[in-house]
Every structure is written in structure tokens, then in C-alpha cells.
């Protein structure tokens, strides 16, 4: 069984929705960043980690690559085009999407209030807005990878409703009908419910 160690309101959520698409039992421990939980788990305080017997991992998108492999699901092979392919959509989405959304939460109440530079959320919002266009036109099935849902969809989905909740652009007609139908999946709704 797994420890999730980081708060639901979290990258912590990906975690929690991923063993639940997975049917995997874990421990959830709803540790704010740098508590000592948090700590304990990781010297940097940063959420989410995952507590696999001895072993911690840190990095919500480490996290859900280990478990995609290791239970065989949600992801493509190693090794394979498609493995690749489908790592190319999850470092995009890292680094076009959440890295812009993080960029802006650092600066809305992450850092100390005389490092903010809150003027610099408008150009995050156009940026965001760009991005996202790109991932719409490269959605061609259900999914990002077709007509299997893999990493790269739950990291997006996740995005998409931090995107909202932040007051950044709409993401346009295509992917909000993608994110709503991942959204309804039972897992998601279950990782949503928890306190």
C-alpha cells in the first residue's frame, strides 16, 4: 500500500486521481507544503510524495510515470514511438501549461510579497492562451494519445481546472468538452471528494 503525502488542493490530486484510476489502496496524509510531514518526506517541504515501502518519491509527474509503469496502465511502453510520443505530450503540458500556471501562483501568494511582480500575469495569461491552442489542435481522438487515456491527459485535465479556478483564458470549446468527460470519470470524482 501506498502513502500519498500533500493536500488534495495539490499537485497532490494527481497522485490521489491516479491510484484511483488504478485500483491501487494507499494512505492519504493531507500534509500542507513544508510541514513536517512534507518534510519528513522530502528535505525541500514541497508536495506531493509517495511513500512506497521504504522508498519516497518526489515530483507529482515522477510520480505518475512509476505508477503507470509499474502497474501497467494509463501509459505506453518503453521504449516504444508511442511511449515517446506520449512523454513529448506530458513534458509540453509541464512545461507550456503548468509551468505558467505555477509562474503565476508564485506571484499571486507563493513568494514573500516584496518578490511578487504581479504585472507579469498578463503576459502568463496570453502565453496560456497560446499554449493551449497547440494542445487543442494536436487532440484528434478521445485522448491526447487516441482512444487510451495516459499521463499526459490526467496532467492537462489537472491543468485545465487550475487554469479555471486562476481566472486565466478559456480553454475553447474542444477541450473543455475533453476535460468535463475525464472529469466524470469515477476515479476523478472519488480523488475529488476526498477531504
Keep these: 500500500m501506498y502513502d500519498v503525502i500533500g493536500t488534495r488542493a495539490s499537485r497532490a490530486f494527481r497522485v490521489l486521481w491516479m491510484l484511483e484510476e488504478l485500483g491501487q489502496e494507499y494512505t492519504h496524509i493531507p500534509a500542507a507544503p513544508r510541514s513536517e ?73 507563493i513568494l514573500p510579497e516584496e518578490q511578487r511582480v504581479p504585472e507579469v500575469k498578463d503576459s502568463l495569461k496570453w502565453e496560456y492562451a497560446r499554449n493551449i491552442a497547440r494542445l487543442s489542435d494536436a487532440l484528434e481522438g478521445l485522448f491526447l494519445m ?33 476535460a468535463a468527460a475525464i472529469m466524470a470519470r469515477p476515479a476523478f470524482q472519488k480523488a475529488a471528494a476526498l477531504p
Aim: net charge negative; glycine share 8%.
Design 37 to 109: 510531514e512534507a518534510l519528513a518526506a522530502n528535505p525541500s517541504g514541497k508536495i506531493p510524495a509517495l511513500r512506497d515501502g521504504d522508498a519516497v518519491l518526489t515530483d507529482s509527474a515522477a510520480i505518475m510515470t512509476f505508477l503507470a509503469d509499474k502497474h501497467r496502465a494509463l501509459t505506453n511502453a518503453p521504449g516504444t514511438i508511442a511511449r515517446a510520443r506520449q512523454d513529448a505530450f506530458t513534458h509540453q503540458i509541464l512545461d507550456d501549461i503548468d509551468g505558467v500556471l505555477w509562474a503565476a501562483a508564485r506571484h499571486s501568494f
Design 146 to 178: 487516441g482512444e487510451e487515456m495516459t499521463v499526459p491527459d490526467m496532467l492537462l485535465t489537472h491543468c485545465l481546472g487550475w487554469a479555471q479556478k486562476a481566472g486565466f483564458p478559456d480553454a475553447g470549446e474542444k477541450l473543455n468538452a475533453y
